[in-house]
């Protein structure tokens, strides 16, 4: 069964620092991969997802995430953050054993400090 | 606009009641889906459809039932049976391309609580 790992649960970082929010996740046959944003008491909106071709992925709000199929991971980052990234992230994997049906990580809470 | 719209955005239930939340898209999309969050917890499926008339358990289906009659509308019914219900709704739904990698668009949500 395919399973998602956000290794960090909050992520403090001062306004334009960079910042990274790792992603890993097990499956053994061939996956597509989705980064998702949620701002307060709202829904998730997709930032930038890989279905295929080249592994580095760019999103919107100046994300991006690669693909490394040799360590399982989806890292997103960013160079430089805003006051206005502030949200929690979720990484989610889906692929053709599990019905393409996406599995979510538990999410990471970036908190941009001024 | 097109989206997914879901209504009520806050529900208050008292214990053993049943609530239903109401989930409309204008996306002309053919599946549909509903998710439960819970602090730390990430997404958890309850029910999808793939097509009307027709949908399945997610993985914590128990104390929920859903229907879908008309491709726009997907209702989610919290039953009494549902031990702990108080939690943030979502629903969503995909194209048929979504269907095949597991793209999903989400409405704003719904949050429940039990008094």
């Known amino acids: 069964a395919q399973s998602v790992t956000q290794l960090d649960s909050q992520v403090p970082v001062f306004e334009e620092a960079p910042v990274e929010l790792r992603c890993n996740y097990s499956?053994?046959?061939?996956?597509?991969l989705f980064w998702y944003v949620q701002y307060p008491n709202q829904g998730l909106q997709l930032l930038l997802k890989?279905?295929?071709?080249?592994?580095l992925v760019k999103g919107i709000n100046g994300f991006e995430a690669e693909f490394n199929k040799s360590q399982t991971s989806f890292h997103l980052r960013k160079p430089s953050v805003h006051i206005s990234d502030t949200a929690e992230y979720f990484c989610?994997?889906?692929?053709?054993?599990?019905?393409?049906?996406?599995?979510f990580g538990g999410g990471t809470r970036l908190m941009v400090k001024p | 606009d097109g989206g997914i719209t879901q209504s009520p955005k806050y529900l208050f239930r008292k214990e053993g009641q049943n609530v239903t939340l109401s989930c409309e898209q204008n996306l002309n999309h053919d599946a549909m889906y509903w998710y439960r969050q819970d602090p730390g917890q990430g997404l958890r499926l309850i029910y999808y459809?793939?097509?009307?008339?027709?949908?399945q358990k997610g993985d914590i289906a128990e104390g929920y039932s859903v229907s879908r009659e008309k491709k726009e509308s997907f209702p989610l019914t919290v039953t009494s049976a549902q031990k702990n219900p108080t939690a943030f709704y979502l629903c969503a739904s995909s194209t048929q391309g979504g269907i095949r990698t597991g793209e999903l668009f989400f409405g704003e949500g719904s949050r429940l609580t039990v008094l």
């Open positions: 499956s053994s046959v061939s996956v597509y």
């Open positions: 890989y279905l295929s071709g080249s592994t």
């Open positions: 989610a994997v889906s692929d053709n054993n599990a019905g393409n049906m996406l599995t």
């Open positions: 459809s793939q097509i009307v008339n027709d949908f």
